[in-house]
C-alpha cells in the first residue's frame, strides 16, 4: 500500500459539524490527491496537491478545503459536514518521473454525516 | 485531460482472456494511457500505462491503436480475483513545473466480471 495510512478508517458525525480527514504517507511522494467516492459516479477528485502549501481544486471541491504543510500529510476538511458529503474518501499519492506517475491508494474512510 | 469511453459492464469466463476497450479520441501526443483497477471497497491499483507502443506487465498487456484514438487491456487468464472495476485514464506524465499536469481524473469504469 505504498505506506499510506488514512485516518480515522469509519466515522460518524452530525450535520453541521467540522470534519478532518488525514491521510499520511511514508514515501516521500510529492503529489496527494483527495477523492470521494459514491454509488453511480465513480472516483472524483476533490483537491490534490503538488507540494507542500501548493493545492488546487477538482471537480467536486465545493464545501471542502485541504491542507498540506509538510511532504508526509494532507488535510481533507469538511467545514460544516451535510449529509451529501456521506460518501467513501480515498487519498492518493504519487511522485513525478519522467516516465512513471502510476498513483498510490490508500483503503479508504467511510464518512456518514447524520 | 483527454476524456476517456469504456463500456459500462462486461463478463468473461475464468480462465479465457478479458479484453476491455477504451476510446480515447482526444488524446493528445503528450497523454499516456493509463489502466486502474479497484476491487471490491479497496483503493484502486494500478496495473500499466504506455504511451503508443503495446506495453506487457506481470498483470496484464496493453494495445494502443496506431492512431492512439483507442486501447485495449487485456488479461490473459482471468481469474475470480480480476472482478473489478477497470478504470482507462488518460494523462500527461513526465517532469513538468506547475500542478495541473498531475491531476489525475477517472471516470466510471467497466465493471469486469469473471464467472466460473
Known amino acids: 500500500d505504498a505506506g499510506i495510512t488514512q485516518s480515522p478508517r469509519h466515522k460518524v458525525t452530525e450535520t453541521g459539524t467540522p470534519v478532518t480527514l488525514r491521510c499520511h504517507q511514508t514515501?516521500?511522494?510529492?503529489?496527494m490527491y483527495w477523492y470521494r467516492q459514491d454509488p453511480g459516479h465513480g472516483l472524483r477528485l476533490i483537491h490534490y496537491s503538488y507540494g507542500v502549501k501548493d493545492t488546487d481544486k477538482g471537480e467536486v471541491s465545493d464545501g471542502y478545503s485541504v491542507s498540506r504543510s509538510k511532504t508526509e500529510d494532507f488535510l481533507l476538511t469538511l467545514e460544516s459536514a451535510t449529509s451529501s458529503q456521506t460518501s467513501v474518501y480515498f487519498c492518493a499519492t504519487g511522485r513525478p518521473a519522467d516516465l512513471d506517475t502510476e498513483a498510490f491508494f490508500g483503503q479508504g474512510t467511510r464518512l456518514t454525516v447524520v | 485531460d483527454a476524456k476517456t469511453t469504456q463500456p459500462t459492464s462486461m463478463d468473461c469466463a475464468e480462465g479465457r482472456a478479458a479484453n476491455l476497450p477504451c476510446n480515447h479520441s482526444?488524446?493528445?501526443?503528450?497523454?499516456?494511457v493509463y489502466w486502474y483497477r479497484q476491487i471490491h471497497s479497496q483503493g484502486p491499483q494500478y496495473i500499466i500505462h504506455g504511451l503508443k507502443n503495446n506495453e506487457t506487465n506481470e498483470m496484464a498487456s496493453l494495445i494502443i491503436t496506431e492512431d492512439r484514438k483507442s486501447s485495449t487491456l487485456i488479461l490473459p487468464h482471468a481469474t475470480l480475483r480480476d472482478t473489478a472495476v477497470y478504470y482507462c485514464?488518460?494523462?500527461?506524465?513526465?517532469?513538468?513545473?506547475?500542478?495541473?499536469?498531475?491531476?489525475?481524473?477517472f471516470g466510471k469504469g467497466t465493471l469486469l466480471t469473471v464467472n466460473p
Open positions: 482526444t488524446i493528445s501526443g503528450n497523454e499516456y
Open positions: 514515501e516521500n511522494h510529492r503529489y
Open positions: 485514464i488518460v494523462r500527461v506524465a513526465g517532469k513538468r513545473s506547475g500542478g495541473s499536469n498531475y491531476k489525475l481524473t
